[in-house]
């Protein structure tokens, strides 16, 4: 491990589906403030390679260690291996868990000219990589003795989840799933040291945004809402998960934290 004088040195992040968007930009932020970070995602090799070295530029520059694991985080033996490794070493280290998988089926209800319409199994797996998989990785790491007594878990939703996007049923459904399981974390857990709360994103132009049916629609229309002009990027998101993992916000719990410059307000 690095040793640094920052803020969060010595604690680990762990981010499952860190490598785009989102969970890209925080292992940035993090690593800025000092924090060590596994990183868990599914990627090509010659992706990985880059993502490899961006990671180890950051090591470099922050004095960090990021842990590069590319692994299904859906699938209960690679679960169950990763933590056994990382508990041999990490216990009471991870001060947060960020949920940030992005994988999900993106069809109509009603499969008409010629579409293929959503199936059952695709609202169910979706569900599972979207939302409940969050709630196995904190019940298994919390089991493992790996968080922090002041440990975050925060997951990531989004306005779809009770709005209607074109192609975006399935994801909306578990993104609602998501924000019930949230509640029920919030108090569950909180007997353990563990704050669980959502993030709710504005319109951001990532990789899993630009697989929605008519995306470019979605940003333009953002852009014409938001009063800054702009829609959301990765890296406005990642302040504020920053921000929730700091001593300050040891309060803030069950919550869903609007980051969308005010584009909800139009």
């Known amino acids: 491990m690095h040793p640094n004088n920052k803020q969060f040195s010595g604690h680990w992040a762990i981010v499952l589906g860190g490598s785009s968007g989102f969970g890209l930009a925080t292992v940035e932020k993090l690593s800025s403030h000092g924090m060590n970070t596994a990183v868990l995602y599914r990627e090509t090799a010659a992706a990985e390679r880059a993502l490899k070295q961006k990671f180890t530029e950051l090591e470099s520059q922050h004095e960090v260690t990021i842990s590069a694991h590319n692994i299904n985080a859906l699938d209960d033996a690679a679960r169950k291996a990763f933590i056994e490794q990382f508990a041999q070493s990490k216990k009471g280290q991870v001060k947060v868990l960020l949920h940030s998988i992005a994988r999900g089926?993106?069809?109509?209800?009603?499969?008409?000219?010629?579409?293929?319409?959503?199936?059952?199994?695709?609202?169910?797996?979706?569900?599972?990589?979207?939302?409940?998989?969050?709630?196995?990785?904190?019940?298994?790491?919390?089991?493992?003795?790996?968080?922090?007594?002041?440990?975050?878990?925060?997951?990531?939703?989004?306005?779809?989840?009770?709005?209607?996007?074109?192609?975006?049923?399935?994801?909306?459904?578990?993104?609602?799933?998501?924000?019930?399981?949230?509640?029920?974390?919030a108090v569950e857990f909180a007997k353990y040291g563990l704050k669980t709360n959502l993030v709710l994103a504005g319109i951001t132009a990532t990789p899993s945004l630009m697989r929605i049916p008519d995306s470019e629609r979605l940003i333009a229309h953002a852009i014409a809402r938001n009063p800054s002009g702009r829609i959301t990027k990765p890296e406005d998101v990642a302040n504020v998960i920053y921000l929730l993992c700091t001593d300050e916000a040891a309060w803030i719990n069950g919550t869903i934290v609007r980051v969308d410059g005010g584009e909800n307000c139009r």
């Open 105 to 185: 089926n993106l069809k109509p209800l009603v499969g008409d000219a010629g579409k293929e319409s959503l199936t059952q199994q695709d609202i169910q797996l979706t569900t599972y990589a979207m939302a409940t998989s969050m709630l196995d990785w904190a019940r298994e790491l919390l089991s493992a003795g790996l968080f922090h007594t002041d440990g975050r878990i925060i997951g990531l939703t989004s306005e779809g989840s009770d709005k209607y996007w074109e192609g975006y049923a399935a994801v909306s459904v578990a993104k609602a799933s998501l924000e019930s399981l949230t509640t029920y974390m």
